[in-house]
């Protein structure tokens, strides 16, 4: 007789929401209602929405929705981020420096030149106050990227999922220290040391026999309250509390608290956290004189999309390229240097950082606004060709040793392969 329960409607509905390709979708939907919307007859419902004031005004509370939408449900995002870089260091990908050192250099290699082409380009066509954005083209968004691939992935190595995951939690967490040091003005050293001790008390309470739930929203309020109002970004708050949980198993649990939290966070993070925070950002009225040319001839957004679109291409390739010909680095097995041209240009999908970024970047001004319009052409862009050569990458023959290591791949699983079957229920069948 089976013993296991049926998940209920609930769990099958948070499951499915959490998915690769429903959470991009959802947040596709998002980002293209809110464009459609600011771009109408009714664009004045979308700016009164975007600009309406909630909150009180002691520690700075009093925001609109849209900052709102970017310094607060984002920050749950960055924390399952934070909770998934701690499992990959301590158990997953991460771990064993030999098998992570060619993503971890191609996630340095995907930033560094993106952003050297951009300060090229904005030092050619200026003006120079548009350099504060050389950060914009460095992100890559691990949802959408994600999704892409889910898509139009299947049947490559599910190894090379796990090397765009692994280069993408390097690029968010370098992103995220682009941000604490470039974009976060007027520290209160007080205020940010209460915070730290409030992600302490957090990573106390969240190892406890039992995670009690009452307390531990409480402290991961306070301590994105405080870091917010200390004057660095509170995003790096919900980094900071993903990244003290424990990622082994303890007092006997079969996984791990980082398992747990993850499994519980990210369908608030993908389900409602991102698509507010797409729709928030994603507004771009382009309804001025000249409309999308007048964006798409800004000097910002040339650079954006070049950068993102060629500049993290060329990165990955790049970087990946010389590190496995002039070090005993090498690729995963199943992975061949043909697999990073997909690979490279899902990372030029840089919309939720990116957005982030580009608002810190142009506080106000046309920069902006021609910044996140750039985000979401180069994404657009960089999604398609990802898409039309990871079909071509999958009718491709593939052979034995793909990474050249001299040993015949022993990895032969696939990206949308059904998942093994549960042996209990295989008894039971």
Known sequence: MDTHAPPSRWSRLLAWVSGDVVGGAVMIGAAALALIWANSPWQGGYEALSDLVVGPAVLHLDLPLSAWAADGLLAIFFFVVGVELKQEIVAGSLRNPREAGVPVLAAVGGMAVPALLYVVIIGVLGPESALHGWAIPTATDIAFALAVLAIFGRGLPVALR??????????????????????????????????FAAVALFAVAVRARKMRWWFLI????????????????????????????????????PTS??????????????????????????????????GILAALGDPVAIAVIVALVVGKLTGVLGVTAVVTKTTPLRLPDGIGIRDLLPVGLLTGIGFTVSLLIAELSFPTGDHQANAKFAILVASVLAAVLAAMTLRWD???????????????????????DPPPRDPDQSAHA
């Open 162 to 195: 796990v090397f765009l995951l692994t280069l993408a939690v390097v690029d968010d967490l370098l992103a995220i220290v682009i941000i604490a040091v470039f974009y976060s003005e007027g520290v209160n050293v007080w205020m940010l040391l209460g915070s």
């Open 218 to 253: 409480p402290l991961a309020l306070i301590a994105w309250t405080l870091m917010h109002s200390s004057g660095v970004h509170a995003t790096i708050a919900g980094v900071l509390l993903g990244f003290s949980v424990s990622a082994r198993p303890i007092r006997g649990e």
């Open 257 to 290: 608290r980082t398992t747990q939290l993850e499994h519980t966070v990210r369908p608030l993070s993908s389900g409602f956290a991102l698509p507010v925070f797409a729709f928030f950002a994603a507004g771009v009225s382009l309804s001025g004189e000249n």
């Open 394 to 416: 999958a009718r491709k023959a593939r052979i034995a040793d793909m990474n050249s290591d001299g040993i015949d791949d022993i990895n032969l699983a696939r990206i949308g």
